[in-house]
């Protein structure tokens, strides 16, 4: 066994590439997650776009009142196999999905009003769904724009200045969304936005969903303010609260197990790997985003520099440049810090690369169990 700081694992009893997910670890991000719940009385809600590790469900449900789903496939996973409440929002519903999306869901969003218009008596005819308003606060922290859902011009919920009053009846809730890995300061100032601009829609919903991006469960949160800010609007605006964090479910649950395939030279050394910051790790284009490596530091801090890439033919896949104690090798493992949320839910076959196997460590047990594997049929059914 090595010691990779909070994971514990035997990186050979693993294939390679694989995520592992700590349950130690899920388990302490869940309790503060319940702790929050108790102490706000908000009901919190595991948003699948950000982990959806079904094999993970039975240890998430006892500390979650549902999922949240942007998709059909979404909600009908968590349907399935999650149970609890179920949440849909998304930017526009197809006409050949939206009674299945009724049939399953307990609250639905909608992101216009034209939207509401038009599926308003579908959704009506559910006795028991209750139907939301997604609002643009028009005011986010986010700096990059990719992630921004109240960048200018977006398409993601409705603006103060095209709120139609006049529709909402039947309209219980409203949804905003508006923070990424950001702590309740953030929270605060967002929702002084919200009250400036849609106060007096508040007190006539039964429900308001902070949406989410709190990054609950890193070290440095203020969830006293948190649960202070919850605790003031549900008692000035009379409503339930809900929030929808995916990455603090699954923050500093998981790591990804690669393996150096080569050692090239141009100008600097370029190790090669059997993963892919393209297909495995896309936020680390995206954000961009700098995972850390177990035994890594950025260049210089360690006398021997390597910058890692993937296995794909995109010029552009490259995870980063490390510096090491001891000169890399072919065949040698690295272990990849934080890669359970945003990962299996956003990765790839791109260039045929197969995904990442999933295992599961137990630390009572100090056993992992590889879940599940991925071959050539995974690639060829996605094709035709």
Known sequence: MEDYGDVKIDV????????????????????????????SGCKVLLALKGFAMFSLFQEIRPYAAGISASSLDEARLGFEEFGGELHVYCPAYQEDEFLQFVDMADHIVFNSFSQW?????????????SCGIRINPEYSEIKTDVYNPCVRYSRLGVPAGEFAADQLDSIEGLHFHALCEQNADTLVHTLAAVEERFESFLGRMKWVNFGGGHH?????????????????????????????????????????????LDIVYNEMHIAILDTSAA?????????????????????????????????????GDIIGDYSFQKPLCVGQRLVFFDMAHYTMVKNTTFNGVRLPGIAIFDPATKKTELIREFGYEDYKSRLS
């Open 12 to 39: 050979g009893a693993v294939p390679s590439p694989c995520y592992v997910c700590d349950r130690d670890a899920l388990r302490r991000n869940l309790k503060i997650l319940a702790s929050v719940q108790e102490r």
């Open 117 to 129: 218009r038009r599926f308003r008596a579908k959704a009506l005819s559910a006795s028991n769904l």
């Open 216 to 260: 609950i469960t890193r070290s440095d949160y203020d969830v006293d303010l948190l649960c202070e800010t919850i605790i003031r609007f549900r008692k000035k605006y009379g409503v339930e609260v809900y929030l929808e964090p995916g990455e603090a479910v699954a923050l500093n649950v998981g790591v990804l197990v690669a393996t150096i």
């Open 279 to 315: 297909a495995h790790m896309p936020d680390v284009l995206e954000m961009p985003y700098r995972p850390e490596i177990a035994g890594a530091g950025p260049p210089g801090q360690y006398p021997y520099t390597y910058r890692l890439g993937g296995l794909t033919c995109l010029a």
